[in-house]
């Protein structure tokens, strides 16, 4: 199965990193973000791996020539301002009506990759997202008057489920994808949620994307946990 990177966005909130890189390739402890997730992958088997890329594609492309004999990559360029499912439609060619994973080029998650991919077989989706808890930013009070009544430090549990990427899709999802500017998360997950072919497997462990520079910092802090 191949998986999908998407990796075209210019990381308007990383100006100080991806002004002269693509967000992708910012480096957390030393290791650009996207070869640790192409690294979790491999964990699990996976070999064949394709970026979408946009925003400053020769970086990448110069990267990974010099890193073919050891992975499996082709970096395809899917436009400089392609929505996230324009990005995908540009790859229906070379994914040949396969079922495929796919995941954002700006997030680490330790989800079980064989688990999930056995609860979308099992529920008969079309798609199939790793929903996650986003981690909690700030502590809760109870306010009587001018005073503190109660004080609670806020727990990722008090947040809703959001889309956490690490998809899996099968082909007819290429039926919703227009052109380059359709946005996934949009139309095309919509829709399909209102067909009841939209899955959500519930990952209650580690997750954490890399929108700001606060993000950033937190990624080198858990990758220094060992915990991705």
């Known amino acids: ?28 402890s030393r290791i650009p973000i996207l070869i640790r997730i192409i690294n979790y992958y491999k964990k699990f088997g996976f070999k064949e791996f394709i970026i979408a890329s946009g925003y400053k594609s020769r970086i990448i492309e110069t990267y990974f020539k010099k890193k073919r004999k050891r992975i499996n990559v082709k970096v395809i360029f899917t436009g400089n301002n392609s929505m996230t499912g324009g990005r995908i439609k540009r790859l229906q060619k070379v994914l040949n009506d ?45 306010l009587s008057g001018s005073k503190v009544k109660y004080f609670k430090e806020k727990s990722s549990l008090d947040e809703g489920w959001i889309n956490g990427g690490f998809f899996v899709m099968e082909p007819i999802i290429f039926k919703y994808l227009k052109d380059d500017k359709t946005i996934l998360e949009r139309y095309p997950l919509e829709k399909i949620s209102k067909l009841k072919k939209l899955g959500a497997f519930k990952h209650y462990d580690n997750w954490q994307c890399m929108d700001t520079i606060r993000d950033k910092i937190l990624l080198e802090e858990l990758v220094k946990k060992n915990i991705f």
């Open 98 to 142: 396969e079922r495929f994973l796919l995941t954002y080029g700006d997030g680490l998650c330790d989800v079980d990759l064989k688990k999930l991919i056995k609860f979308h077989k099992k529920n008969n989706n079309y798609v199939t997202l790793t929903a996650v808890r986003p981690p909690a930013r700030f502590g809760g009070l109870k």
């Open 1 to 28: 199965m191949k998986v999908v990177i998407l990796a075209g966005g210019k990381g308007s909130r990383l100006t100080e990193y991806t002004s002269s890189i693509p967000k992708p390739m910012v480096k957390i």
